[in-house]
């Protein structure tokens, strides 16, 4: 038996317990954040989408999916900010409680597929210029996104079996999926690690490079569109580093330490790094909502409009231009 049951317990009462503080502390803060953050920008991004940014292009139908990805997200963590903020007591059923596990890695690889779809179109763009015009038709973003949500649904639901309440001491605990039954979520998790991040992590950096590489030939790549181009090749990457990868290393960590012996501190502190990696992995909302802003000056101007951000900034200087005509008696004799 690993050193799950025995520290859970409360057995060694000469570990200090940073996990539990994060929980109670660090959580519905950050949940909170997010929740408000995201659901405002999300539901202004997928507004302009909708009724503003028409004809849709490839680009903007997964972007369109990505903002509704991320809005289903934010409107579960309310249920997480109660439970965290009440000293991990669910009182919303078994059913919500898979819901909203379920919802966060619904949204967390579906960002992922849907940012590597991103990238692989820009990479067609930018690489094959000739193919430009077919990949930005709407049915190619409309057959990708049907395909993501297609493989989620099918990559996800199992863990709908995985996610389990339990009840200790008079109170009902929603256990996140790290900390279910480790011999089960073991094997899925690496699956998941394997085929729902490292391979499409792997499909972005190979885009990244040959559409970095392919602007450096251009004799224009200093301007304005291959900065942007650049800027959002770094912003997609950043966003699988900084807020992926550290969840993917410390949930198969937590998991390894409930499989085995290890010291009361070594658990406590993994537990404690693997709570913070959660909300970490949603904040890959915030830069989706930069992603957008990014992807096209239409629907920049168009989210800082609806935002009457245009008040704050400078009116533009309109430069006039006069002419000056000299008469015959104005020319020097």
């Known amino acids: 038996m690993g050193s799950d049951h025995f520290f859970e317990n409360g057995s060694d009462n000469n570990c200090t317990k940073v996990d539990l503080l994060m929980k109670r502390y660090y959580l519905p803060v950050m949940y909170g954040v997010i929740c408000a953050v995201g659901l405002v920008g999300n539901a202004i991004s997928i507004v302009i989408y909708v009724a503003k940014m028409r004809p849709w292009k490839s680009n903007s139908i997964i972007m369109l999916n990505l903002a509704l990805t991320d ?32 919802g966060f890695h619904f949204n967390q690889y579906g960002s992922i597929l849907f940012l590597t779809c991103f990238s692989v179109f820009r990479y067609v763009v930018v690489v094959h210029p000739l193919r430009a015009a077919q990949v930005r038709r709407q049915r190619w973003g409309v057959a990708a996104c049907l395909a993501v949500w297609a493989v989620c649904a099918a ?22 999926f790290a900390s279910n039954a480790p011999e089960v979520v073991w094997w899925y998790g690496w699956l998941l690690t394997a085929l729902g991040y490292l391979v499409p992590l792997a499909v972005v950096f190979l885009c990244s490079f040959r559409i970095v590489r392919e602007l450096t030939k251009k004799p224009h790549a200093q301007s304005r569109i291959c900065a ?21 290393v410390l949930r198969a ?13 070594t658990w406590r502190w993994v537990h404690a790094a693997y709570i913070i990696s959660r909300p970490l992995a949603g904040l890959n909302t ?19 409009s609806f935002l009457r951000w245009k008040r704050c900034l400078p009116a533009p200087r309109k430069h006039i231009n006069v002419a000056v005509i000299s008469t015959p008696a104005d020319r020097p004799s």
């Not at 990559?155 to 996140?176: F, G, R, S």
């Not at 960590?253 to 501190?265: I, K």
Request: net charge positive; charged share 20%; hydrophobic share 45%.
């Open 71 to 102: 809005l289903l997200y934010v409107l579960t963590l309310p249920f997480l900010v109660y439970y965290y903020a009440h000293g991990d007591s669910w009182t919303a059923g078994e059913f919500m409680c898979r819901f909203v596990r379920f």
């Open 155 to 176: 990559a996800i639901t199992p863990m709908l079996t995985m996610i389990t309440t339990k009840e200790k001491a008079n109170k009902t605990y929603c256990l996140d």
């Open 228 to 248: 942007r181009v650049r800027r959002l090749t770094v912003l997609i990457l950043v966003v699988f580093l900084v807020c992926f990868t550290p969840y993917h």
């Open 286 to 304: 915030f830069f989706n909502l930069a992603l957008y802003t990014l992807a096209g000056k239409r629907f920049q101007r168009t989210f800082f």
């Open 253 to 265: 960590l937590r998991v390894h330490t409930r499989r085995r012996p290890v010291s009361c501190m």
